[in-house]
C-alpha cells in the first residue's frame, strides 16, 4: 500500500472529487497560481481550469457568501481558508446561513459544502494564528466537524464530507501535512461520525484528535516501556462524535485522559468529559483528566510556544495521575 503524506492525500480526495463530479469546485485564497498556501491544491488550475479552480481576493466573508450561494444552487463548493484563524471573519456566513438556510427554508434548501485548511498552532506564527477554532464550532447545529489526524483518515473524510449534503467544518492539522501513512489506491470513503482506535490498549483511555493524536502515540510509547497500556481513541469527527467508541473503551480500561490543543476553559475536552461521565460513570476508577493548552494566547518565542502546548510528559503525568502513581 502507498505511503503518502497527509498534504498528498487531500490533493487526492479533491482530484477524485473533482474528476467524478463536475459541480465540485474549490475557491479561496491562492489556491490556483500559487498551488495553495500549503501545496494541498497543487496541480488543481492545471487539471480543472480557472473555472473550477477560484483565486480569490482577501475576503473571506465575501468568497464564504459566494460559497453558500453556489451550495444552495446546486454545486458543491469546496472554500478553503488560508488558516482557519481567517474563517473568523466569515463566521457569520458559516453560522448565520450555512448551518442554517436547510432549517429555516423548511428543507428547500441544502447547503453542500465544505470549509477546509489548516487549523490549530503551527510554529511561530503568533497568537492570532494559532489558535484551536474546533469548539467554536462544534457547539452549532448544523455543521458538521471533522479533524483527522492521519493520511488515511484526511483522503477518507474529504471524499465524504464534499458528498455530504449538510455544510462541513474540515479542520486540517496545520503542522500535519508533511506527515505519512499508508493510504490505498482503490477509492475508500469513511463515515463521518465514526471513530478509529489508533493503539489498543487496557490499562487507560487516552482520546485525542488531529495532531494530538501522535502527541498520544508518542505517549502511549514510552509509558508501554513501563509496564502501562494506553489505548488511544480518534473521534476523527467531532460533530456528530462517536461517544458509543469512547464509552466502550473507558469500559474497558476504567480511566480516561483527554488530550487536546485548545483552551481549557469550554474546550471540546469538556463535552467529551461530560459524555464519558454520563455514560460509563460506573466504570470510572479515577477521575477523568483532561491535558491542554494553557489558557493565554500563543507567545511567539519558541520555546514559550511548546511551554504552552501539550507536550508527551504532560500526557504521561496525567495517566499516571489517573493510575494514581503520581
Known sequence: MPVISYREALNQAMVEEMDRDPDVFIMGEEVGHYQG??????????????????????????????????????????????????????????????????????????????FRGPSGPAVQVGSQHSQALESFYAHVPGLKVVMPSTAYDAKGLLKTAIRDDNPVVFMEGETLYGTTWEVPEDEYLLPLGKGDIKREGSHVTLVAWSKMVWTCLDAAK?????????????????????????????????????????????????????????????????????????????PYAKNLEIEVQPQVEDVIAAVKRALYLA
Open 37 to 114: 498556501a500549503y501545496k494541498v491544491t497543487q496541480g488543481l488550475l492545471q487539471r480543472f481550469s480557472e473555472r473550477r479552480v477560484v483565486d480569490t481576493p482577501i475576503a473571506e466573508m465575501g468568497f464564504a457568501g459566494i460559497g453558500v450561494g453556489a451550495a444552495m444552487v446546486g454545486l458543491r463548493p469546496i472554500i478553503e481558508f488560508m488558516t482557519f484563524n481567517f474563517s473568523l471573519v466569515a463566521i457569520d456566513q458559516i453560522v448565520s446561513n450555512a448551518a442554517k438556510i436547510y432549517q429555516m427554508s423548511g428543507g428547500q434548501f441544502w447547503v453542500p459544502i465544505v
Open 222 to 298: 514510552v509509558l508501554a516501556e513501563e509496564g502501562i497500556e494506553a489505548e488511544v481513541v480518534d473521534p476523527r469527527t467531532l460533530r456528530p462524535l462517536d461517544t458509543p467508541l469512547i464509552v466502550e473503551s473507558v469500559k474497558k480500561t476504567g480511566r480516561c485522559v483527554i488530550v487536546e490543543v485548545g483552551w481549557p476553559h469550554a474546550g471540546f475536552g469538556a463535552e467529551v468529559a461530560y459524555q464519558v461521565q454520563q455514560h460509563a460513570l460506573d466504570f470510572l476508577d479515577a477521575p477523568i483528566e483532561r491535558v491542554c493548552s494553557d489558557d493565554v494566547p500563543m
